[in-house]
RNA sequence: CGGGGCAUAGCGCAGCUUGGUAGCGCGUCUGGUUCGGGACCAGAAGGUCGCAGGUUCAAAUCCUGUUGCCCCGACCA
């Protein structure tokens, strides 16, 4: 392809409305532009790239068994009625009416479709397992999208539904999804992890996570540096290996004692004000569990999982009460809750099992209970893991010093069990002749926001440097001078002889001026570029510049296209 | 939905306080000179000042409403 014929438009300065790199830079190499919130549209390059990742997807898919399939995006309410879910996605569905007023959804996932489909034409055991897959735009109204192509209203998204006659049927395609999944991020070159992952809405018994590590990301993943421990923060288990603060041992219990702190609300200034450390203190958190108030309870310097919370109280909507709520409910302000002599339901952290003489509010404005004690003072519900676990503690398998991360999710795996199949009546018949429900698997992977994301791991502050697998072109060739003949001329001929060995290259035959076009190369993030210019070209030479590098290598003429084949050949292994 | 901010030429912005001919840089077009990291000179095109209403002789500017966009929180690929 020559330049004078791409459409790129690329900008030189950022837009205003990019906020994180992947947007900015994809916005201004000319990738993408903005139809609405939340809405793209993929030009040439992003075309190119968005294919790539494509088609690793997809041979990894049918690798592992997987049939390509494409389903409606527009669905029918009844369907989601049948799942139960035409309510429960609430306004995050984007809903339409045909001529008839008869309701649709444009498609956010396509559990209720592929279980339809499979029902009405699966009979036996014969026909399974089964594993679909297709590739196609979702939709979905999310209350706020942002970071470009990382949380879109319209996105790309390849999503695999397994059916397997039983659970041990379902491990297996778990397992080989698993595996394709490490291969396909693997080959597109990210730095990722996978990490255990909460089940969400859509349920299920076992989930795993693939994050792109990434500071710009919305997620935190809890690893460990010396073995290969890694969870999303969201469910990482807290509190392995030896209690925390048990350093009370042996502490005898000391007689509840009241005292005044005016003026004392937030941990700090209470901590501060006995001079005794925050995990002295217990953190009190008024909660409305689906319009029920609780008390979640934690040491001082802790903060809640609502993940964990939630599951706990097997709630749907878990909500920080406000300060009027908590007059109601304690009968004192935020700064002064305390457990003692509530009538809520208290959940405790099982940190604070133990009895360590703690600090807590008096559930009056300007008092503190001091040496309180679980069982004695007050008793909990339970003692549960309802806290996020902190960098250092250690590791559940390993007990080395856990360590965390921000990263993007990019792709997500889901053992379904029978909830659809149960919801959606998708039963077949075993070799007994017995009926039984289908045990479902999903598989989730956003390949827009995986282009997004492999950017927001690729670039310097020149602009993108793509990984060789999914770059929009290989390699790209400058002549320095736009008027000069002979650099014209060579590069037109190393262009073609490029061509013929298979290599996607770009020509930048524009009459532009050298940094226009080196500036263009390095911000479209083009992996190789060969430079024709006045000095090699008397010695019958190039320059071949990687994008990741500074280093220049000259390589004779001749030898360029091949030259350029085996390191890409090498690079692909 | 709650909180904060923005809307003026393709992009980045000024002008608004104190109403009076709509500006700057970049980009675009024409001609010329240039040509190893976003050149220079000369000329040109391009704007219902987000939209609607109001105040006024007069509104980008003041008032009211509305829409869109961005950022921070609960959702998710």
Not at 218 to 240: D, F, K, M, Q, R
Not at 363 to 369: A, K, L, R
Not at 432 to 459: D, H, P, W
């Amino acid at each position: 392809m020559k330049t004078s014929e791409l459409f790129f438009p690329t900008l030189r300065e950022v837009p205003s409305e990019a906020e994180i790199v992947s947007h900015q830079l994809l916005l201004r190499a000319g990738y993408i532009r903005k139809a609405s919130g939340g809405v793209y549209s993929y030009l040439p390059l992003a075309n190119r790239v968005l294919k790539k990742i494509m088609q690793i997807v997809r041979e990894e898919m049918d690798m592992a068994g997987g049939q390509e399939i494409m389903m409606p995006i527009i669905q029918p309410k009844e369907l989601w009625e049948q799942s139960g879910r035409w309510e429960v996605y609430g306004d995050e569905m984007f809903r339409l009416s045909d001529r008839h007023e008869r309701l649709f959804a444009l498609g956010p996932t396509h559990e209720e479709i592929i279980t339809s489909l499979v029902n009405a034409d699966v009979y036996s055991y014969r026909d399974l397992p089964l594993l679909l897959y297709q590739i196609q735009n979702k939709y979905r109204d999310e209350i706020r999208p942002r970071f470009g192509l990382i949380r879109g209203r319209e996105f790309i998204m390849k999503d695999a539904y397994s059916f397997d006659e039983d659970y041990e049927g379902l491990e297996t395609n778990y397992q080989k999804m698993m595996d394709a999944y490490n291969r396909v991020f693997t080959r597109i070159g990210l730095r990722y992890r996978m990490v255990e992952a909460d089940n969400g809405a859509i349920g299920g018994t076992e989930s795993h996570e693939f994050m792109v590590l990434a500071e710009s990301g919305e997620n935190t993943v809890v690893y460990c540096p010396n073995c290969n421990y890694a969870s999303n923060l969201e469910i990482a288990a807290a509190g392995n290996g030896e209690k925390a603060g048990s350093a009370s041992n042996g502490t005898s219990l000391l007689p509840l004692q009241k005292t005044a702190t005016p003026g004392q609300k937030s941990i700090k200034d209470v901590a501060a004000f006995f001079k005794v450390p925050e995990a002295k203190l217990l953190k009190t958190l008024l909660l409305i569990a689906d319009g029920e108030p609780v008390i979640a309870l934690l040491r001082g310097d802790r903060e809640l999982n609502e993940i964990k919370m939630k599951r706990l109280l097997r709630c749907g909507v878990l909500l920080m009460a406000g300060d009027t709520e908590a007059k109601q409910y304690c009968g004192a302000g935020f700064g002064s809750l305390g457990p003692v002599g509530i009538s809520l339901p208290v959940y405790a952290d099982k940190e604070i099992e133990t009895p360590e003489n703690l600090i807590c509010g008096a559930n009056e404005d300007g008092f503190h209970y001091v040496n309180v004690n679980a069982g004695r003072d007050f008793t909990p519900v339970v003692f549960e893991d309802i806290r996020n676990v902190t960098d250092g503690e250690p590791c559940p398998l390993c007990s080395s010093p856990l360590a965390s991360a921000r990263s993007i999710e990019v792709g997500q795996i889901f053992k379904l069990g029978v909830k659809y199949s149960e919801a959606m009546e998708a039963v077949f018949l075993n070799k007994e002749g017995v009926s039984r429900k289908m045990v479902m698997g999903s598989y989730g992977i956003g390949v827009s926001r995986t282009m997004a994301a492999a950017v927001e791991q690729n670039y310097d502050e020149n602009g993108i440097v793509w990984p060789l697998a999914i770059a929009p072109y290989q390699v790209i060739i400058v002549p320095v001078n736009s008027k000069n003949e002979e650099q014209i001329k060579t590069a037109g001929d190393i262009y073609e002889r490029l061509l013929k060995q298979k290599i996607e290259v770009l020509f930048d035959d524009r009459d532009e001026r050298p940094g226009v076009k080196f500036k263009d190369a390095d911000l479209i993030g083009i992996p190789l570029r060969i430079t024709i210019g006045p000095k090699s070209l008397q010695a019958g030479r190039v320059e071949l510049k990687k994008r990741w590098l500074d280093e220049i290598e000259l390589i004779d003429i001749s030898v360029i296209d091949s030259y350029v084949a085996d390191l890409l050949q090498s690079d692909k292994k």
